[in-house]
């Protein structure tokens, strides 16, 4: 028998989650049965989507399980296979998030080979985070040569990654964060206007102070201000990537929708939302993009990491504190 740690989900929030809704318990692992294997988890991810999971909904992911381990993305080191596929030291990717180990079928990890990239890199720029921001730019939105791009959420995990292909792709980008360390971050990345949205009085001035001539392309995080901003500075024949709406995922009412929606008429824009699911095709391409990009400098990528496995709710509550620069993960092991 081996003792792991994992994080249960002990109530539903009603608005931002708080400590109280999580359960720190310890299980035992038994040796893998036949066709299993045992993984030791090195890193996991925590993501915006899931708030949505917490509550009991239906929605494109199921929802958190009361009494539950949660689950999420996860990087692990095989420990014990009981499966020919598999060796101890191989590495997986998994979707066993939120414990420090577990037994799972072989079928339901995919072995992972990370090359010259560090392995947790697959939890973000080079996994589905990247590929949200590569499959949302240039498939959804449609990316045009000349474009100005507009991103909020820019010093996001997603978002730092629109921003970076969009520049390595010849585009002026501006990018919306909040405070001046993550202005500066998205400044030393070459983001072209940087809006501090946090400081700024009028979110629908300050871009259109930013994109005189208006914008064409908005990959939209957050919502909100920010997209009624952009529908006021969108240019005729604009494409909206629609990501996700952050602002949002707390509200304990329905929020009122943009006041502005008629926008959309007049200058003939286009906005389409995503779920990166949908998109997996896109992977290899990506891959083959990111690691040229990579080789070039033209990208790269933050982290903001916690340690251990009882730190995974303060990682994920910070997320909509806006305490992250870059991706949000947690270290294991």
């Known amino acids: 028998m081996t003792k792991v740690r994992e994080i249960r989900l002990k109530s539903r929030p009603s608005g931002l989650p708080t400590y109280d809704n999580f359960e720190l ?3 035992e692992l038994a040796a893998p049965a036949a066709g299993e294997i045992q993984v030791q988890n090195l890193w996991m991810t925590v993501d915006p989507y899931m708030r949505g999971r917490m509550n009991d909904v239906k929605s494109y992911a199921p929802p958190f399980q009361l009494g539950k381990a949660m689950d999420g993305g996860a990087i692990g080191q095989v420990v014990a296979s009981n499966d020919p596929a598999f060796k101890a030291g191989d590495l997986v990717q998994s979707g066993f998030g939120w414990r420090e180990g577990f037994n799972a079928p072989a079928s339901a990890v995919q072995k992972l080979n990370p090359g010259k990239l560090p392995v947790q890199a697959f939890l973000g720029a080079a996994g589905m985070p990247g590929l949200t921001a590569y499959a949302g730019l240039l498939k959804i939105a449609a990316l045009k040569d000349g474009d100005v791009v507009f991103v909020s959420g820019a010093a996001g995990a997603v978002g730092a990654m629109v921003c970076q292909i969009a520049k390595a792709k ?3 980008v501006i990018g919306s964060a909040g405070g001046a360390d993550k202005v500066a971050y998205l400044k ?11 400081a700024e009085k009028d979110l629908n001035t300050a871009l259109a102070a930013a994109a005189p001539g208006g914008i064409d392309v908005y990959f939209d995080n957050v919502g909100g201000a920010h997209l009624e901003a952009a529908l006021n500075n969108a ?3 604009a494409r909206f990537a629609i990501c996700g709406m952050i602002s949002i995922y707390n509200a304990t009412k329905p929020e009122p929708g943009p006041s502005n ?7 003939n824009i286009r906005m389409e939302g995503f779920i990166v699911s949908h998109h997996f095709g896109l992977m290899p391409q990506y891959i083959a993009d990111l690691s040229q ?3 070039e400098g033209k990208v790269s990528w933050k982290e903001t990491i ?4 009882e730190k995974a709710p303060d990682a994920f509550i ?6 992250n620069l870059g991706k949000m993960l947690v270290k294991l092991a």
């Open 318 to 323: 910070g997320l909509f504190k806006g305490d």
């Open 306 to 309: 916690f340690e251990g496995i």
């Open 261 to 267: 929606l008629a926008q959309l008429i007049g200058r």
């Open 188 to 198: 030393s990345i070459g983001v072209d206007h940087v809006i501090d949205y946090k």
């Open 293 to 295: 990009w990579v080789a």
């Open 235 to 237: 240019k005729l024949f």
């Open 25 to 27: 318990a310890t299980v």
């Open 170 to 172: 010849g585009h002026t």
